[in-house]
């Protein structure tokens, strides 16, 4: 691995291609936020492809490219005299020092060279006495209440853009923090059949607008459920969505080999592919 200063070498050589590029590129050169904030999604999205294939090569890769983005918009900040790099930086290690009392005192916030609290030392009046990374959590949501430009409430922290599958987790995470959960992880199966059966009643019904209220109700029921027994539906989604594309991939390519298109085959055979595949997964 790399030295220090060989890391802060490699990131000043960053800074100063980026540079070249913003003044020398045509490209480059007429980029603005609103034009890069597309490319900034994708790159997320390819980020987090990466880190769900335990894809080392590749989330090395990714990371480069949600960097470059990191960046250039503060590049633009730049141009703009309202804000930087190191502003980017030092803004972070603030809030980091900040909401982290168990750690730093809070006189380090702002320092050049933040120094933690000694090992071993108590930490006084002003700090909170965390000791499992779950008190941590919990003392993060209550602090950022308190910031200048904070959260102003408990879920204000949740970004509005989120897909709503993530969003429902994160609020529900969020309202964990401060208390309002199930109490027994197993009580939220009740609530899953709960808003199932209501479900089923107006998809018989079939009152789409109902049906469309009751469905959401019964995803979010299941989302909590997830994530009280510590499973990110967002992950496990991926990883569904992966495993049927292998799947139908297989099929495909048989019907492709045996002259038969999909549209011509009966779900019989489809079925007989399908469970062919299955059974390759296993091997």
């Known amino acids: 691995m790399h030295t220090r200063e060989e890391k802060l070498k490699a990131f000043g050589r960053l800074l100063d291609v980026l540079d070249t590029l913003r003044e020398k590129c045509p490209w480059d050169r007429k980029q603005t936020n609103e034009s890069l904030r597309p490319n900034t999604i994708e790159e997320t999205y390819e980020l987090c492809d990466a880190l769900i294939n ?19 918009y503060a590049r633009i900040g730049q141009e703009k005299d309202q804000f930087d790099v190191a502003d980017v930086c030092n803004m972070l290690v ?24 000694p090992y071993g030392e108590q930490p006084g009046e002003a700090e909170e006495d965390v000791k ?48 309002f959960d199930w109490e027994d992880k197993g009580d939220v199966w009740a609530k899953v059949r709960e808003e199932l059966a209501e479900l ?48 139908f991939n297989y099929i495909e390519a048989h019907s492709i080999k045996l002259g038969k298109p999909l549209k011509d085959m009966t779900l019989g055979e489809m079925d007989a592919l399908w469970n062919e595949a299955k059974a390759q997964e296993k091997k």
């Open 200 to 247: 089923e009643v107006e998809l018989r019904k079939e009152d789409k607008e109902h049906s469309e209220e009751e469905f959401g109700d019964f995803l979010f029921s299941l989302i909590n459920a997830g994530r009280l027994y510590k499973l990110n539906p967002d992950t496990c989604l991926e990883k569904t969505n992966k495993k049927f594309i292998s799947r």
């Open 54 to 72: 335990n894809d080392d090569a590749n989330i090395c890769k990714e990371l480069g490219d949600v960097l470059l983005h990191v960046c250039f």
């Open 132 to 179: 499992t990374a779950q008190q941590v959590i919990e003392n993060w949501e209550q602090i950022k209440l308190k910031e200048k430009d904070g959260n102003k409430s408990v879920l204000s922290g949740v970004p509005a853009a989120l897909p709503a599958l993530i969003k429902a987790y994160r609020i529900q995470d969020k309202a964990r923090n401060v208390g």
């Open 94 to 117: 603030d809030k980091l020092i900040f909401r982290h009392p168990h750690v730093y005192h809070p006189s380090q916030v702002g320092a050049p060279d933040p120094k933690p609290l």
